[in-house]
């Protein structure tokens, strides 16, 4: 009865905790909505005065004097004056209307977002707190189970001693406090890997997001102070823009395949699939986006597994991707399928490219590595760790042989079919 009303209270104190934290993630999620629409709103207005500033006078000039005039928002007009005279204007509440409609659009997808987030971060934070609910509910069986004041002083004198940062587990040295001991030290191993993993992906996250970022911030920049007037700065500002802009979006859509993946929220649609199909079309779309390197298929006989088809493509479109990146122009890059000597379906992609060092190949699979001789390349470290999250859903596994300077041969083993 006692543990009932022990684990009621500390579930009652959870909840507290789950909706205070709650509140704050609302209040950040809307001031960063509001924020972020407020910025759009500008912009859209900016570009669009602008836009009709070079249609009717046919360029933007630093010259010219600009400013919004009229007292009621219906009256708000655009004027550009040179010399004082009025050379165009331009009236506002259309444009406003329109961007209006558009924004209550663009509201109601964030209202949304945002009711069905509050579930999520409210399913996020149970998860992250679990650990230490459980150590409270422990800690309230403690107090009261009869323990004798050296008991006490045992426990209290192994947790002060204790050093968060450092990999050491509690020892009381009582063989009355084995389980206790044993299940504290539990939770301590999990909680300290489960804030390592989690500060490393959020620090390697920000990193590999600050760089775009900056980019793109230095050329709007550019294109701010002489790319209105020098077509050669804009036209190089607007390609690295793009390009810029291409990766981030890249670098988040696999941030966000591998948080939903973590998060149990990715299911596989488990079909019938012809492993001979499924790499000659991988192999086919290889020939017509890359004309730089020569592609071989290989397959001895067709393969039918239970597999998700466009998730194993996926898979394996990364194998080629990092082929081709790290192959010399006109080498060869071989796509094959076949079973392994224990008659194991595979499918396999073999280059001569730059190779791996063995201590690589044991990191290669963890998020945003990147070995030091390809760090000079365009890439976001986290392709082979989504690679790698399809294959443990398929039950399968990887088999890698590679040496540096001659190449590397990556094989994807699935499931024998029974």
Not at 7 to 12: A, C, D, L, V, Y
Not at 175 to 203: C, H, K, P, W
């Amino acid at each position: 009865m006692i543990n009932m009303d022990n684990n009621t209270k500390q579930s009652g104190r959870m909840s507290s905790i789950v909706y205070t934290l709650q509140l704050r993630w609302l209040g950040r999620k809307i001031f960063s909505f509001i924020r972020f629409d407020v910025v759009v709103l500008a912009a859209i207005i900016l570009f669009r005065t602008f836009g009709e500033e070079m249609e009717r006078l046919g360029c933007i000039s630093r010259y010219n004097t600009r400013e919004i005039i009229g007292k009621t928002m219906k009256e708000l007009t655009y004027v550009v004056k040179t010399n004082g005279n009025t050379v165009m204007s331009v009236e506002l509440y259309p444009m406003i209307q329109g961007i209006m409609i558009f924004g209550g659009i663009f509201l109601i997808i964030q209202v949304i977002d945002i009711v069905s987030g509050i579930y999520r971060e409210g399913k996020r934070i149970r998860k992250i707190l679990a650990p230490i609910n459980e150590i409270a509910i422990k800690a309230e069986e403690l107090s009261q189970m009869d323990f004798s004041e050296d008991k006490y002083r045992i426990i209290e004198d192994a947790i002060t001693n204790l050093e968060p940062q450092e990999s050491e587990l509690l020892s009381f040295g009582d063989q009355d406090l084995r389980g206790i001991e044993a299940a504290m030290n539990n939770l301590l191993t999990r909680m300290r890997e489960s804030y390592r993993q989690q500060a490393r992906f959020v620090n390697d996250a920000s990193h590999e997001l600050r760089t775009p970022i900056a980019v793109i911030e230095g050329y709007v920049n550019m294109i701010a102070r002489w790319g209105r007037e020098d077509e050669k700065v804009l036209e190089e500002s607007i390609s690295a823009l793009q390009r810029e802009s291409s990766h981030m979006k890249k670098l988040v859509e696999q941030l966000l395949f591998l948080a939903r993946g973590d998060s149990g929220k990715t299911q596989l649609e488990i079909l019938d699939v012809s492993l001979e199909e499924c790499m000659k079309e991988i192999y086919e779309e290889s020939l017509l986006i890359d004309e730089e390197h020569v592609y071989r298929f290989r397959c001895k006989e067709d393969i039918v597994v239970k597999a998700d088809p466009q998730m194993l493509k996926q898979a394996v479109r990364v194998l080629v991707d990092n082929a081709a990146k790290y192959t010399a122009t006109n080498d060869e890059i071989i796509l094959s399928v076949g079973k392994t000597p224990e008659d194991k379906p595979y499918l396999q992609v073999q280059d001569t490219g730059i190779g791996m060092a063995s201590n690589d190949v044991e990191h290669m699979f963890e998020r945003f590595f990147r070995s030091d001789d390809v760090r000079k390349m365009k890439g976001t470290g986290l392709g082979l760790s989504i690679a790698k999250w399809i294959v443990d859903k398929h039950g399968g596994y990887f088999e890698i042989l590679s040496r540096t300077e001659l190449g590397t041969r990556i094989r994807i083993i699935l499931p024998q079919e029974d």
